[in-house]
């Protein structure tokens, strides 16, 4: 990886940018070299772009050995579907999709990356190579955009593939995990229920989930304080680390339970600590807030916290796929993609599965389904999109929660966080990040909402893991968000 330095020149200049994803991509490339005696033959390709908008195109790839014009090149394309090449490198787009060009002479060969998609808007081809070149900096295989304006969804993609192994594309249909971009949803089911008459925000969190919690007169009194309120704007006094959700394997052996451990008993091995500030003082951001909301959505309704999300706010607004997701890699979803992590060391799984380091995306970083309604859910920019536009208080059209909810969700408690969003000057947003996961929810009171999923992540751990983050969630989103994109709504293509 490049050095903080360069990264950290590079996003304070803040250059345009184009400029900086190319030379995010360079860093990360002269950063990965390593001086070796290479072939006497080097072949190198060229051409005008690695990106083609819009199928029955063209695009004249050149190629070159050992600098000096080539001779007789065999020319092949991994995917014909996506586009073809002829003899002298000429390559025809087909169909959305990805592709690798490759040039040989039998002895030596070169290989192309190639991306073709859908024309969809004149600024297209300028952000489809900037998403590109991010992705391929990051070594990020797959990714998908929304893009809604004034209640239209005039832009929705997939880049990239779901999985390396049998080159599915990624379709704006495409599942993917988003992480902390679950808590949306969760807040708006807790509105939804206060909507209902069902519940008050000034309810006492233990008086609803008294029975799960049968040592909590043992260590801190204070937890019978904690309201409803207080859980959605992460200001309950709860700051634990690590986070119980990410620490379940030795929490199953502090409980002297099998791994991975109910949510039961994470639950109950969380009311005996003690709470890190008195509730109602402080803003901490905790994912044990909203596994807790999950819980009361669950004791109010009667439902499972899934069943009743489903039911009262997502199938109203046609969104049908989104779910809890898997665990593990076999636990996978119909057009969910796969999740990797290459910059990251295997980790130890949570699960009894005979190999105890896995990829961390699968087993390492715990049971998501005990993350149900922290961070659980996996859906599309599509379903995403919907959900956000549903909540957006926009009056175009009525949402699924009454106006004073959707009022009180965005309103800023004094620490940039509302009830389920971030706060931010004219507009509310919530990222995520797990794993083999990033994903963004983006609302602006303009009437422009922005989604954005990407199927790997950079290792936390890495110097430079705020920086390529911080990118992924602003500078793209600030160049989605610029672009101008054509009046249309897709929304009844999907």
Known sequence: ????????????????????????????????????????TVILIDG?????????????????????????????????????????????????????????????????????????????PEFDADVVAFMRG??????????????????????GVADILTEEVVTPISLFRIADASKPITATAIMKLVDDGMLD??????????????????????????????????????????????????????????????????????????????????????????????????AKSGMTYEEYVKANILDPIEVTAARIGGSLEQDRFLREVSYYTPFSANARSVFDTGDPLVRPAYGGIGHIQNMDSHGGWIASVVDLAR??????????????????????????????????????????NHSGLMPGTMSLLYVNDNGTIIVALMNSTIDPSDPLFSNVFNFFRDDLREAAESAEWIDQDLFSEF
Request: aromatic share 8%.
């Open 1 to 40: 990886m490049p050095s903080p330095k360069s990264i950290n020149t590079l996003l304070i200049n803040r250059m345009n940018l184009r400029t900086s994803v190319l030379m995010l991509v360079l860093c990360l490339f002269l950063f990965s070299c390593k001086k070796d005696d290479g072939p006497t």
């Open 48 to 124: 005008p772009s690695d990106v083609i908008i819009g199928v029955n195109n063209e695009l004249q790839l050149t190629a070159t050995v050992n600098g000096a014009p080539a001779g007789t090149l065999v020319w092949t394309s991994s995917n014909g579907v996506a586009a073809e090449v002829d003899n002298n490198g000429l390559v025809t787009s087909k169909k959305h999709g990805v592709t690798t060009i490759t040039a040989t002479d039998g002895l030596t060969s070169a290989e192309y990356p190639l991306q073709v998609f859908n024309a969809s808007g004149s600024s297209l």
């Open 138 to 159: 990051l070594n990020i295989p797959g990714a998908s955009f929304a893009v809604v304006r004034d209640g239209k969804l005039v832009m929705a993609r997939g880049y």
């Open 201 to 298: 925000l000034d309810e006492k969190m233990f008086n609803i989930l008294q029975n799960k919690f049968p040592q909590v007169s043992e260590i801190d009194q204070r937890i019978v304080d904690i309201s409803v309120r207080q859980l959605l704007n992460h200001s309950s006094g709860i700051d634990l680390f690590p986070q119980p959700m990410f620490n379940q394997g030795n929490i199953a052996f502090e409980q002297q339970v099998e791994s991975p451990p109910s949510l039961d008993v994470i639950l109950d091995w969380w009311s005996i600590q003690d709470l890190t500030t008195t509730p109602g003082t402080t803003f901490a951001y905790h994912n044990v807030n909203y596994v807790l909301l999950g819980r009361i959505i669950e």
């Open 387 to 428: 959900f956000a536009l549903a909540t957006d208080g926009n009056p175009r059209e009525p949402d699924i929660i009454s106006s004073t909810s959707q009022q009180l969700m965005v309103e800023d408690s004094g620490e940039g966080f509302g009830s389920g969003w971030f706060i931010e000057s004219g507009n509310w």
